[in-house]
C-alpha cells in the first residue's frame, strides 16, 4: 500500500486519540494509588515501569507490522481502542486472582512469580494504547504537530482535573472543603462529586470495581456522570 501521509488527520481521530491518552495517565495514577494501598508502596512505582515497557513493545510491534498497520489503520486503532478499554476493567479484575503477598516474598519463590503475573496483566492496556498513539503517528508522519498536541493535551488533561471524593452531604466541613477547593481550583475542578457510599466501600473487598458490584448505586451512578464529563470536556478542549 502507498503511505498517504499527507493527508490531514480527522478532528475525530484527534479526540479519539486525545481521549485515550487521558484515560491512559489517569489510568497509570489510579494503579499507582490503588496498589500504593493494596500493597506496599514500593511496588506501586512499578506500574510506570510497566506502562513504559507497553510502550516500548508498542514501539517494536509497528517497526515489525508497519505495513499491516498502515494498510488497515482504522481497524487496528479502533481495535486497539476497545480493547483497551476492555483490558483496564479486566487486568484488574485479574491482578485479584493472583495470591501475591509482599510480606512474603523474601520467603515463599512463588511470590516472585506471582509478582511478574502482575506486572504481565498490568503490562496489556498499556500496550494496547500505546498501539493506538503509534499507529497514529505512522499513519500520519507528516502531522506529528497535531498527532503530539492531542497526545500531551490529553495526557495533560488526564492528570489536572481535580475530582471531589467522600462528599457527606450531612456536613457543613464536607460543603466547606468544596467551597475552598472551588475557589481555589475554579474550573479545573469536575461538577460530578463523588459521594460517599457504601457499596463504593464495599466492591474493593469483592475484587470488583463499582460499575460491576452495583451498577445501580449512587457510587456507580456518580462514577457514570464523571465519565461523561471528562468525555465531553476531552471534546471541547480538542475542538
Not at 500496550?127 to 498536541?149: D, E, K, M, Q, S
Request: hydrophobic letters at 50%; glycine letters at 6%.
Amino acid at each position: 500500500m502507498r503511505e498517504d501521509n499527507n493527508k490531514t488527520p480527522p478532528v475525530s481521530l484527534l479526540a479519539s486519540l486525545f481521549l485515550v491518552s487521558s484515560a491512559l495517565i489517569a489510568h497509570e495514577i489510579v494503579l499507582t494509588r490503588l496498589f500504593s494501598i493494596a500493597q506496599w508502596h514500593h511496588f506501586a512505582y512499578m506500574v510506570i515501569s510497566v506502562a513504559l515497557l507497553g510502550f516500548g513493545a508498542s514501539g517494536t510491534f509497528m517497526s515489525l507490522c508497519r505495513a499491516f498497520v498502515l494498510a488497515r489503520f482504522q481497524k487496528v486503532y479502533a481495535a486497539a481502542a476497545w480493547l483497551y478499554a476492555a483490558a483496564i476493567i479486566l487486568s484488574f479484575l485479574m491482578t485479584r486472582e493472583i495470591p501475591f503477598d509482599p510480606f512474603l516474598i523474601v520467603w515463599d519463590p512463588r511470590q516472585s512469580l506471582y509478582l511478574l503475573g502482575y506486572c504481565a496483566t498490568l503490562f496489556v492496556p498499556f500496550l494496547l494504547a500505546a498501539v493506538c498513539i503509534g499507529a497514529t503517528f505512522v499513519r500520519y508522519a507528516r502531522h506529528v504537530n497535531r498527532i503530539y498536541f492531542a497526545n500531551m493535551a490529553g495526557s495533560g488533561f488526564g492528570g489536572v482535573g481535580v475530582l471531589l471524593t467522600m462528599y457527606d452531604t450531612r456536613t457543613n466541613l464536607s460543603r466547606q472543603v468544596v467551597d475552598e477547593v472551588i475557589s481555589y481550583f475554579k474550573n479545573r475542578v469536575y461538577k460530578t462529586i463523588i459521594p460517599r457510599n457504601i457499596k463504593l466501600a464495599e466492591a474493593p473487598s469483592y475484587g470488583m470495581p463499582i460499575n460491576i458490584y452495583d451498577p445501580k448505586s449512587l457510587g456507580a451512578i456518580s462514577y457514570y456522570n464523571l465519565s461523561k464529563e471528562f468525555i465531553i470536556n476531552g471534546e471541547k478542549s480538542i475542538r
